[in-house]
């Protein structure tokens, strides 16, 4: 039977002893400090004992656990000895420089059964668990309950329609896995820095909608791969599906890199032309009026971002690395997209600051709002590799929409108001 130590500071006792429980459950024999130390041992002795009897670790990521000399000790007793490693992210915290190589599971503030299983996907791969033994999990919520079964793929004939019944927004969460929810903004104005298509400071009094509360997930975006994303023209737009061809797009850039690829990580790696082809998908197969799910517009996506007040960042007026991802975070990849609740904008959307910069509809050079040609496109956000100001609710930068398949940039959906909107088709 495989046996883990589990690496922790004292100060995460509950969650390390939720982990083992766990883990117990699916077979895995587990050594954990406050539970194999014999009364009276000598503590060193014990734990060096411990070392030696497992074959992997699993370190629990805290800011205690990483100012821990005896963690230390003990994930680096296990890279001198070559022995299998793996992070456990409990709590945002800078790791030590030997730690950042390795890829974590995160289950700060996230769904721990989730979590969880993603946990033994990792496990499983290295060896360590059986199938067997993952189809024995069990919900870790007190209640007993077995997890629900997996989702049904797409369908897309016949199409499906559902409204809420106060809010009348199209159900995309039908059709998309967790989590997807809309944020409602009301009309209002927003004003537009000078530069490129702007000659002034320009205040655009715009009509309400509503925008994705998180960026799109590698999980979502996986819906339209399956639906025969890369498959069917009538989805893309005319040069976007010559360039495909030409480029031989199958799936986003980095889909098969762990760094990038986690279910709840927001896609990475696609152009302007896929997030594009992406919401043509996603208004047939919601029976949505052709277009009207789209990217947001410049403007749209700032009002999001800002609301009323004219704050400098969506969260306020000062830049707070604790409240978005970016090169000061030294996470050094994407993070979940649930992931900075304290960093929400004024109507509740996650990640308008930092994690990866988001296509818009506008066209950077004319202001132009349409679906045509190859002209270079706005991004708004922000993103992990780049510095603070890049999430300035005012910033903007650009790229062309066929050479931006960046592990830097993504896209988040908008619910455009009734309009006009044209197209190459």
Not at 254 to 263: F, I
Request: glycine share 8%; hydrophobic share 35%; net charge negative.
């Amino acid at each position: 039977m495989t046996k883990i130590f589990i690496s922790h500071s004292s100060k995460d006792n509950e969650f390390a002893k939720q982990l083992a429980e766990a883990l117990t459950g699916v077979g895995v024999d587990v050594w954990l400090d406050v539970s194999d130390i014999r009364l009276g041992a000598n503590w060193s002795s014990e734990v060096q004992r411990g070392l030696d009897e497992c074959d992997a670790m699993l370190v629990v990521i805290t800011p205690e656990a990483m100012a821990s000399k005896n963690v230390a000790n003990e994930w680096q007793y296990y890279i001198d000895e070559d022995k299998p490693l793996f992070t456990i992210r409990w709590q945002p915290t800078k790791l030590h420089f030997q730690l950042r190589r390795l890829q974590y599971v995160d289950f700060h503030q996230q769904d721990f059964c989730t979590k969880f299983d993603e946990m033994c996907a990792k496990l499983q791969k290295q060896g360590f668990l059986t199938n067997a033994g993952r189809g024995e999990m069990h919900e870790m919520n007190g209640d007993g309950a077995t997890p629900p079964p997996a989702e049904p793929k797409v369908q897309l004939s016949p199409p499906r329609i559902q409204r809420g019944e106060q809010t009348g927004l199209l159900r995309v969460e039908v059709i998309l896995p967790p989590p997807f929810e809309w944020c409602e903004i009301p009309a209002g104005k927003v004003t537009l820095e000078e530069g490129i298509y702007l000659e002034e400071d320009t205040t655009f009094d715009l009509p309400g909608f509503a925008i994705g509360k998180y960026l799109i997930t590698n999980a979502q975006y996986a819906k339209f791969i399956e639906a025969g994303g890369y498959s069917e023209q009538r989805w893309w737009t005319k040069s976007g599906w010559r360039r495909k061809e030409q480029e031989g797009w199958e799936e986003p850039l980095y889909w098969q890199d762990e760094q990038w690829n986690g279910l709840d990580f927001p896609v990475v790696g696609v152009s302007w032309y896929e997030a594009v082809a992406y919401c043509q998908w996603l208004n047939e197969a919601t029976g949505a009026q052709p277009l009207r799910i789209m990217l947001p517009t410049e403007a749209q996506w700032q009002r999001a971002a800002q609301g009323e007040d004219g704050r400098a960042y969506p969260w306020g007026d000062e830049f707070d690395t604790n409240r978005c991802n970016t090169r000061a975070s030294e996470i050094r990849h994407t993070t979940p997209v649930m992931q900075y609740p304290q960093g929400t904008s004024p109507y509740g959307v996650f990640d308008m600051g930092g994690n990866a910069y988001e296509w818009s509809l506008t066209a950077w050079e004319t202001g132009e709002i349409d679906l045509e040609g190859r002209k270079t496109r706005c991004l708004r956000g922000g993103a992990w590799c780049f510095p603070p100001k890049d999430t300035l609710v005012s910033y903007g930068s650009y790229e062309t929409p066929d050479s931006g398949r960046s592990n830097g940039i993504g896209f988040r959906i908008c619910l455009l108001p009734m309009r006009k909107l044209t197209s190459e088709h």
